[in-house]
Every structure is written in structure tokens, then in C-alpha cells.
């Protein structure tokens, strides 16, 4: 059996972490109230084809995750590469997110925003315990994609890969 000789410090874990680049969506549900919520994540992962799941995780101390938690439907907004202030804007603590964003309602009221790379409207169907994170799989049950460039974010940068390269 393997033994931990020694865990690695926060900083060092995240700036490690950070060597892997990722793509950078805004996951979107609705309060009880129907009012649209969203927050900036690059915690987004495949888990199955068949049937379509997938993955995201929310800290546990984020203002939005008890919305999530009590949420039906959620949104994946993979954001395109020329949409970095709606990036920087979804992962402020600012009250109105949406404020000159342009998006319309999918399945359930989710909000979708337009112009992205991507989108999945998603069912919740589980959630798991990750430390200080929820985890949270959905099953995807609308998709489509377009032909723009993808955000990036690499080693604390937004942006193409290259940006981050030493």
C-alpha cells in the first residue's frame, strides 16, 4: 500500500494544476424565483456517451451553490475565445451577471448564452462529495456547437495557450 510521505501545499498544487490547460465555461440554472445565475468554471468533463453525462464541480463556499444544488437543470456555456470579459464577469461577486450579456431560456428556464463555442443543457442527476467542492453530473439532454475558437486558460492566464508558455 502506497503512503503519503508528504502533501503538497495549496500553492504548489493549484500552480501545478495550472500546467494543464483547460477550457473555461459558465455554468447557468435559475433561483426558485426563475431568476437566471451563472458562474464562470473550468471544472467541465465528459463522463459517459451513452448515456451523454457530465461533470463540473462548484466550491463549497460560492454564494450560488446552494441554487445549484436545489436546481432541476443547469447549463454548460463553453465560452468562445472573444468572450473573455463575459469569463471575467461570471467569476466576479457582482449582482447582476447577465447585465449586457446576450442570452435567451432553454429547458426548464436555464439561461443559454449566445455566441459560444459550445452549449449542453443538462438534467441534474447526481452529486458527489469532492473535498471542498460539490461535484455535480448532469445528463445532457440538448447540445450544439459552432465553429468559433475556444477560451483558454493556462497557468492563471486567459486566452490562446501560447500566452502562458516560459
Known amino acids: 500500500?502506497?503512503?503519503?510521505?508528504?502533501?503538497?501545499?495549496?500553492?504548489?498544487?493549484?500552480?501545478?494544476?495550472?500546467?494543464?490547460?483547460?477550457?473555461?465555461?459558465?455554468?447557468?440554472?435559475?433561483?426558485?424565483?426563475?431568476?437566471?445565475?451563472g458562474v464562470t468554471v473550468n471544472s467541465f468533463s465528459s463522463v459517459s456517451l451513452d448515456p451523454p453525462l457530465i461533470l463540473w464541480s462548484l466550491a463549497r463556499t460560492a454564494w450560488s451553490l446552494p441554487h445549484f444544488v436545489s436546481a432541476r437543470s443547469f447549463g454548460i456555456n463553453i465560452l468562445a475565445r472573444h468572450q473573455q470579459d463575459i469569463c471575467i464577469a461570471f467569476s466576479r461577486n457582482v449582482k447582476d451577471r447577465f447585465e449586457g450579456v446576450s442570452w435567451h431560456r432553454g429547458i426548464d428556464g436555464i439561461p443559454i448564452l449566445d455566441d459560444t463555442v459550445a452549449t449542453l443543457q443538462c438534467r441534474q442527476r447526481t452529486r458527489y462529495d469532492g473535498g471542498d467542492h460539490e461535484i455535480f453530473v448532469g445528463q445532457v439532454l440538448e447540445c450544439r456547437s459552432t465553429d468559433h475558437d475556444p477560451l483558454m486558460f493556462y497557468r492563471g492566464q486567459l486566452g490562446p495557450v501560447a500566452a502562458g508558455s516560459s
Open 1 to 37: 500500500m502506497d503512503q503519503i510521505v508528504s502533501q503538497p501545499l495549496p500553492r504548489e498544487f493549484r500552480r501545478t494544476l495550472g500546467c494543464f490547460p483547460t477550457g473555461v465555461a459558465v455554468v447557468t440554472t435559475v433561483t426558485r424565483d426563475n431568476d437566471p445565475i
